[in-house]
């Protein structure tokens, strides 16, 4: 239901961008958001908009981070700049809504790894 895409491998100081697509019988998406997660830790929160836009930031990447989001294409991006070696994670799309059967869902995606090393 969600489809992540744009990991990769970057030099540290450079940026990568990362889409989540949602598809299915979907009425509305409330929250979108982009979380990550390092072997031995917990998944943390990095990002997360609002269908009217608002957002929020971990501390760690506010600043070097922007998430938006395209209503109409049901899709999340994470522009990520500045990279840091502690970005290096595995990052997974999670999205919060509506189905057309008005049940709520709340959908993660397979997960992307993103990791910086020169």
């Known amino acids: ?4 895409s744009g990991g990769g491998l970057v030099q540290p100081g450079g ?16 929250n979108m958001g982009w979380y990550r997660q390092v072997p031995g ?6 990002a997360r908009i609002t269908r009217a836009g608002s957002t929020n930031y ?8 922007t998430i938006s989001r ?3 294409k049901d899709t ?16 997974s799309c999670n999205a919060v809504g ?8 709340d959908y993660w995606g397979q997960g992307t790894l993103v990791t910086v090393s020169s």
Request: charged residues 20%.
């Open 1 to 4: 239901q969600l489809q992540a």
């Open 15 to 30: 940026s990568l961008r990362l889409s989540c697509a949602a598809s299915g019988t979907i009425i509305v998406i409330n």
């Open 41 to 46: 830790k917990q998944r943390e929160l990095v």
């Open 58 to 65: 971990a501390d760690s990447v506010r600043g070097r981070f």
């Open 70 to 72: 395209d209503n109409a």
């Open 76 to 91: 999340v991006y994470l522009q990520m700049n500045s990279l840091k070696p502690e970005d290096t994670a595995v990052y």
């Open 98 to 105: 509506l189905t057309s059967g008005l049940a709520p869902f």
